[in-house]
């Protein structure tokens, strides 16, 4: 089924140790995003891209790193884990529309991190 | 400063009760209002989703009632079954500003049998 894939679905982490979560989509989406889900927090955006070789930062890029070499790819690291960035991690993807008007997302199935 | 508050925080119904979430924005620009249905372990999936030039949008059992004035929508899950037990967001998009969402932080439904 066409739709947005990430890998891993869990994983845990010593503090300081860096590791690349990878969301791929197949469905021809410009728009591509990473959040994180906390509870009681609600999604949080870390990076976003507009298009292939493009990234910009969201609401909390502190500690992440983004790329977006191929359109259908985007990768979210974390170069120094920190228990702070224990968290469910969900990839998005969206069309872009005319005008930038709003338009609903398709999410991953999530990655669970657990950074000790 | 959240630009999305949503409440209940949880919420419990009887099955075939009326299970109803409330959004409030404050940001003007916004003009698409989705939610999106999460189950455990699963990531969230669209649901429905409202522009402002309407105030009412049904899709089956599920209607997104929205007040233009009061910057205010909400969901209405009518004749609500143990299925529709799941966390419901609530999220707001503008033009012009690569797509993203700025989400509530949720609400915890469980519908009783």
């Known amino acids: 089924n066409a739709g947005v894939t990430q890998t891993p679905k869990f994983r845990v982490l010593k503090t300081g140790q860096s590791m690349t979560l990878l969301c791929a989509q197949d469905m021809n989406h410009e728009y591509m995003y990473w959040y994180r889900q906390d509870p009681g927090m609600g999604l949080r955006l870390i990076h976003y891209?507009?298009?292939?070789?493009?990234?910009a930062k969201g609401e909390v890029p502190d500690g992440y790193n983004v790329s977006r070499l191929k359109k259908q790819n985007f990768l979210l690291g974390l170069e120094s884990a920190a228990p702070s960035q224990t968290s469910v991690y969900f990839c998005?993807?969206?069309?872009?529309?005319?005008?930038?008007?709003?338009?609903?997302?398709?999410f991953g199935s999530g990655t669970r991190l657990t950074v000790v | 400063q959240q630009q999305v508050k949503q409440s209940p925080q949880s919420l419990i119904v009887q099955k075939g009760g009326i299970s109803i979430i409330n959004c409030a924005y404050e940001n003007t620009a916004f003009d698409y209002f989705p939610w999106y249905q999460q189950f455990p372990g699963k990531g969230p999936a669209l649901l429905i989703a409202i522009r402002p030039d309407v105030s009412e949008k049904k899709e089956g059992r599920f209607t997104i009632s929205f007040n233009k004035s009061a910057k205010q929508f909400s969901l209405h899950i009518m004749d609500s079954q143990p299925g529709d037990s799941a966390t419901y967001f609530c999220?707001?998009?503008?033009?012009?500003?690569?797509?993203?969402?700025?989400f509530g932080d949720g609400t915890t439904l469980t519908v009783k049998p």
């Open positions: 891209s507009v298009g292939e070789g493009t990234t």
């Open positions: 998005a993807s969206s069309y872009s529309t005319t005008g930038g008007a709003g338009i609903g997302y398709t």
């Open positions: 999220a707001a998009s503008m033009k012009g500003n690569a797509g993203k969402s700025t």
